[in-house]
């Protein structure tokens, strides 16, 4: 069996989510993130930024109906596809959303889909306000087999393992190219969705994200902070669903042969700068 098939680089694309709701999160999105709304083919919502894209659908709140990560030519995308069908990786054809003629799909052990595919997107003249999509991260119940499927067949590098005193890993960060991660995986007792980010440009960033969401009335949730794995600087908001929405600034940039680094499972792992939200 072919192992560590070369993902790097990807890009954390778009992310369809599934709302009861989905007029209401339309609305907010389009407001907090700054986005436009186009409605497809299939009566999904396309929200639309500069480099960050959401999807919203109907069905039940939280679920993530599908992550997308992008090549940068068909070429990567058919190579990699080629490498997964020989680590057995079940593979899909997909209709390709937001991702030129041709996509597929995997599964991994917690049931997330994947899509892979080929940015289309010319997405001048949509707002500039700096949150390029960067980042998700999901919870799990068995994370191991997780980071196993997600390391060993799909090929994300592993950039900071969090472990508990028992030894225990509790957090996983991994990337697909420089950027620390594009991809985490949290120890938990359920398994959903945890969080997604936006990168932004640069401190003052985060101070104008913050200031546009206190203009609409929304809070920040945690934060402001700077995260010890990945030292980027971050906020917090959630959305109407209660789904958490990061803008961060500064992520870490690593090498591919960078071996992974290892944190103590503490609030300061977390955000070096004070409080943390512990998952686990
Ligand atoms: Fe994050």
């Known amino acids: ?23 209401r999160m339309v609305d907010w999105y389009k407001k907090a993130l700054v986005m436009e709304d186009v409605t497809l083919d299939d009566g999904t919502t396309w929200l639309k930024g500069q480099q960050r894209n959401i999807i919203i659908s109907e069905g039940n709140r939280g679920k993530v109906d599908h992550v997308a990560f992008h090549f940068e030519d068909k070429k990567h995308m058919e190579s990699y596809r080629e490498q997964l069908d020989s680590a057995n990786c079940k593979v899909e054809i997909v209709e390709p959303l937001l991702m030129g003629n041709e996509a597929f799909s995997i599964r991994d052990p917690d049931d997330n889909i994947f899509h892979f595919g080929v940015s289309s997107l010319n997405d001048s003249g949509l707002s500039a306000t700096p949150a390029r999509l960067q980042h998700v991260v999901f919870r799990s119940q068995d994370l191991p087999r997780m980071v196993e499927f997600h390391t060993n067949i799909l090929g994300f590098k592993i950039s900071d393992i ?20 594009s991809l985490g995986v949290f120890r938990a ?17 985060i101070r104008d994200w913050a200031d546009h969401f206190a203009s609409l009335g929304i809070r920040i949730t945690w934060g402001a902070g700077r995260h010890g794995a990945g030292n980027n600087l971050f906020i917090f908001v959630s959305d109407p669903d209660g789904n958490n929405v990061e803008i961060s ?9 960078d071996p992974p680094r290892e944190w103590a499972h503490e609030e300061r792992t977390l955000n070096l700068w004070g409080a943390a939200w512990m998952r686990s």
């Open 162 to 181: 969090v472990k508990d005193e028992a030894g225990e890993v509790t957090a996983n960060f991994m990337r697909s190219d420089p950027e620390h991660h």
């Open 189 to 205: 007792d359920e398994t959903r969705l945890d969080h997604f980010c936006s990168e932004s440009s640069c401190w003052n960033d």
């Open 1 to 23: 069996m072919l192992k560590n098939p070369k993902i790097w680089p990807a890009r954390l694309h778009h992310l369809s989510i599934c709302s009861e709701d989905p007029e």
């Open 249 to 257: 600034a500064e992520i870490e940039h690593w090498k591919y042969e």
